[in-house]
């Protein structure tokens, strides 16, 4: 099995002394300095691991799935400084199958008192709802062992090896911001920019999601209790 990355290098998983498949996982090399009990683990499971310098992601499985790996407050703090939603659309433009490795104690984000609970469940249906999975992990353990899996399941069983591809430069910072608020319920891309007008920033809106319909123009009960109901409702995935 062999694939071409973008810069031209040809990469093919390898086989067992049993025959079979040796997954291949590219690791970007900050990432790999960052966690290198990660990389660790994946040698152990019997992976090959490469580390290079991706445009995008933490982790590339195979031509169409790459993974950024969050912990649960860089998660939080990442989506605070606004930046969450532009790095991980970007990732979905240069991948079919963008994946966010959520890492950690998740009921950790109620001890951040800068940041409601339902904004970040609001912020994970958001990215959900725009195809990009999440999933959970305890530790980095684990985080390496769906690492493998993944890889395994996309290059033995789809026979896709992984790939490098360059980032696709086709949202700034304020077209990923409207993206995201016009991805809940009703909204759409004018209403989306009327309250970012009215309140700055994604996680200001969401924090003050009561006051829309006095605040902004068109927006009226309906509307802010389906909302709610995405930003507060448990998840059940």
Not at 50 to 65: E, F, N, R
Not at 156 to 165: I, N
Not at 168 to 196: D, H, Y
Request: glycine content about 6%; proline content about 6%.
């Amino acid at each position: 099995m062999r694939n071409t990355t973008e810069d031209g290098t040809s990469t093919s998983s390898s086989r067992r002394p049993d025959g079979g498949v040796k997954p291949i996982v590219i690791v970007d090399s900050r990432e790999a300095s960052i966690v290198p009990k990660v990389v660790e683990e994946l040698k152990g499971l019997g992976a090959e691991v490469k580390t290079a310098t991706l445009p995008s992601g933490d982790y590339i499985v195979s031509s169409a799935c790459a993974v950024e790996r969050k912990t649960v407050r860089d998660f939080v703090h990442t989506l605070m400084r606004r930046h969450l939603f532009e790095q991980l659309f970007e990732l979905k433009e240069a991948y079919e199958r963008p994946i966010v490795i959520l890492e950690g104690y998740l009921p950790m984000i109620y001890k951040f008192s800068k940041i409601k609970p339902s904004s970040i469940w609001g912020a994970m249906f958001a990215l959900v709802k725009n195809g990009i999975a999440i999933v959970p992990t305890a530790n980095q353990g684990e985080t390496a062992g769906f690492l493998y899996t993944a890889a395994l399941q996309e290059q033995a069983l789809e026979e896709r090896a992984p790939a490098v591809h360059p980032v696709k430069k086709l949202e700034t910072l304020p077209e990923a911001q409207v993206f995201f608020m016009s991805s809940l319920p009703s909204l759409g891309r004018e209403r989306a920019v009327a309250i970012l007008k009215s309140y700055g920033t994604p996680i200001n809106a969401l924090i003050n999601v009561d006051r829309w319909q006095l605040d902004v123009k068109g927006l009226g009960p309906k509307t802010v209790k389906k909302v709610k109901e995405v930003l507060c409702a448990l998840f059940e995935g």
